[in-house]
């Protein structure tokens, strides 16, 4: 990773450099393209932390893992981590924050007029294909887990009453411990099955 992230640099770099008499100097054509870079680099820089955490995560417990532990698999220095996350915990809920905005992308929200069979069928498919990085995810620290996800979906604007809070949360606590059960437990039940028990159960909980 280290080799990737130096060539990236030093290859978006000299993009954004001309020659004048007396030395190098930023090109002012190319200074919105550097702001551009930077923004560039900060995102690879989290990219390569959050891979580095999830690899460590299949070896060692979160306990055992620390930042230094990190930056050495990612290839970036402390001061990098600092500038991105304030500690390793704030990593962890960041991979939790966009594990679940690629699956709402991927499968839609739960809270609407279309979360029917084939809503469920289709989010225990994606985690059925997603399950190595999932299983490492959920095994780190479940109840992290859960807590991050209880503030994103009370912090959903569109919500329009207390009552829809808790009926938002019961959802939400019913479907992580279902994956919890599931996963801890060999996934032995099919995506088919699953989605079949979630739809009767907890349909009345998601739907307007």
Known sequence: MIIILIDYICENILHHVVYKKGGFVMSE?????????????????????QEALIILLEKKNFEEISVTDICKKAGVSRMAFYSNFLSKEELFKHIVTTLNS?????????????????????FFSVMTENRNTVKIVFSADKYQYLDTINK??????????ETEKFERLMWT?????TIIYWLDYGMKQSAEELATICFQKLNGLVCP
């Open 173 to 177: 606590g019913a479907i992580v411990n």
């Open 29 to 49: 054509h190319n200074t919105s393209g550097l702001t551009l870079h930077n923004e560039n680099t900060k995102k690879l820089t989290r990219q390569c932390l």
């Open 102 to 122: 690629d699956f709402i992308s991927a499968v839609g929200t739960p809270f609407s007029s279309v979360t029917d069979y084939n809503w469920y069928l289709h």
């Open 152 to 161: 994103i979906v009370l912090a959903n604007k569109h919500i329009r009453s």
